[in-house]
């Protein structure tokens, strides 16, 4: 099946820091998602992102399909954005989303 | 409207006991998904219904047992649990997985604690 890393897996920022989070995935795909797993588990959305790149507030995304990753930005990080990110894709002739191992974010005030 | 609706929110059982973990959607989408994770871990797929057909089961224990009575409802039947089967257990559903996985939401999770 496909293989999905994610970097780095822990990140400690302090608030107002800009970051990169790092999503490498080993086959070609047709769906990228970013999700946020606020403290109660539920998987927000962020970004549907098979390529390009698309912005949303503070946070913006970048997929570079045919070099198999994807980059998630934070700027100006608050508090709020502790968690975890996941990035999960899926291929053309797949019918499941696989995900990375995760980004565990802590901003501290 | 992109939500979709678990119940319950929190459930502890025992590992004689029968229950259900309910899962609704009206997006009109026509692919739902059961995962679990576990904690400090990633969502791991369990099973994935197209067209309330059953279309991926990753090997689950026959214990976890999926119903789809319609395209706006997955359930999730337990029996005979073990405590390792504790987990936050999710729901998702995406528009249709015909040529591949579109846009996935998903619940917000049932907490399972089985004792």
């Known amino acids: 099946g496909i293989q999905v890393e994610q970097s780095p897996p822990d990140l400690i920022l302090q608030e107002g820091a800009n970051s990169t989070l790092r999503c490498n995935f080993s086959?070609?795909?047709?769906?990228l998602q970013w999700f946020h797993q606020n403290p109660w588990g539920q998987l927000i959305n962020l970004f549907y992102i098979p390529s390009g790149t698309k912005q949303n507030g503070r946070l913006s995304a970048t997929t570079v399909a045919t070099e198999r990753y994807s980059l998630l930005y934070i700027s100006s990080s608050q508090t709020t954005d502790s968690g975890v990110y996941f990035c999960a894709v899926s291929k053309a002739a797949g019918n499941k989303l696989t995900f990375g191992g995760g980004t565990r974010v802590l901003v501290k005030p | 409207d992109t939500e979709v609706t678990q119940t319950p929110k929190h459930l502890v059982m025992g590992m004689t006991n029968k229950k259900s973990l309910k899962c609704e959607q009206h997006?009109?989408?026509?692919?739902m998904y059961w995962y679990k994770q576990k904690a400090k871990k990633p969502p791991e797929l369990m099973f994935v219904y197209s067209y309330e057909k059953l279309s991926i089961n990753e090997s689950v224990p026959s214990r976890f047992s999926p119903e789809c009575p319609n395209s706006s409802l997955l359930n999730l039947h337990l029996h005979a649990l073990q405590p390792e089967d504790s987990a936050l257990y999710l729901c998702a559903s995406s528009q249709t997985i015909l040529r591949g996985v579109t846009e996935a939401f998903f619940g917000q999770g049932t907490r399972l604690t089985v004792v």
């Open positions: 997006m009109g989408h026509r692919a």
């Open positions: 086959d070609s795909v047709n769906n």
